[in-house]
Every structure is written in structure tokens, then in C-alpha cells.
């Protein structure tokens, strides 16, 4: 993954702090901090259903099945292009 993925992650981890289910979000994202944290930042409260839908950008894919098969880093791809 491109190492500016990290700064943009690590600039999301503010907003992270607030998350109530912290420890459930970063299991859902297959133990991915980074992943948790730039989810959170631009999903909230709706973190854990946006993981079990099909996302458009994703080519319809679910993003927590993505996750499990080792395709993480199309999900990160996505949460970077996010507005």
C-alpha cells in the first residue's frame, strides 16, 4: 500500500478515540487499525453496517469479505478516495 495511506490512517485516529466499539470495529476490519480508523472517520456510528453491504465503489463487493480474502487494500483504496 502507498505510504501516504498511512499518514491519511494515522490522521483519522483522532476521530477514532471517539468510537464506543472500538475493539468490535478493528476485529470487523480483520484486526486492520488503519483501516478502522479511516472507516470510522468518514462512516461514525454506521462503521459496522457500511463493512457487511455492497459498495458501489467497490464493484458491488463487501467490503468485510474483501477484508477476509486478503483484498484489504481495495478497501483502503476506497475509504483514501472517499470525500
Known sequence: MDPRWFTFAQACRPE????????ELIAACG??????WA??????AQSMSWLQRS?????????SHLIATGHGDRVRECLWRMP
Open 16 to 23: 477514532f478515540d471517539k468510537c464506543s466499539f472500538q475493539g
Open 31 to 36: 484486526g486492520a487499525e488503519d483501516i478502522a
Open 39 to 44: 472507516l470510522f472517520f468518514h462512516m461514525g
Open 55 to 63: 459498495i458501489p465503489a467497490l464493484d458491488g463487493s463487501v467490503p
